[in-house]
């Protein structure tokens, strides 16, 4: 069974950094797209950034040049660092994986592996 378990969610001023980190086990991770997901109070979860096997990455136009994906295949951990943040990205954010063929990483149906979410907040 594979089981994503995230941290490093907090409070945050705007313009602030924050990274959230996600540590997967059950599943060799190296070969898992993983992506990371959120969703703000009274809104649909959205993609925010994907990282492939190859370690290409996809970001949201929302965060692109803000926001970087990476992942340490030695400690099974995604990691998505977030700069020069805005109050607009509070939510909760969530990792997701899947090991199945496929190169698509910002959509929610592609993945099927989910953690259970880090509050992040950033304040005006």
């Known amino acids: 069974q594979v089981q994503l378990v995230e941290s490093g969610g907090g409070l945050v001023q705007a313009g602030g950094s924050l990274r959230v980190s996600c540590v997967v086990s059950?599943?060799?991770?190296?070969?898992?797209?993983m992506g990371w997901f959120r969703q703000a109070p009274g809104k649909e979860r959205e993609f925010v950034a994907g990282?492939?096997?190859?370690?290409?990455?996809l970001y949201a136009d929302s965060v692109k040049g803000r926001f970087t994906i990476s992942r340490d295949n030695v400690k099974n951990t995604v990691y998505l660092q977030m700069n020069s943040l805005k109050p607009e990205d509070t939510a909760v954010y969530y990792c997701?994986?899947?090991?199945?063929?496929?190169?698509?990483?910002?959509?929610?149906?592609?993945?099927?592996?989910w953690g259970q979410g880090t509050q992040v907040t950033v304040s005006s």
């Open positions: 997701a994986a899947d090991g199945r063929a496929g190169i698509t990483v910002s959509t929610m149906k592609e993945f099927n592996y």
């Open positions: 059950g599943r060799t991770f190296s070969t898992l797209r």
């Open positions: 990282i492939r096997w190859t370690l290409t990455t």
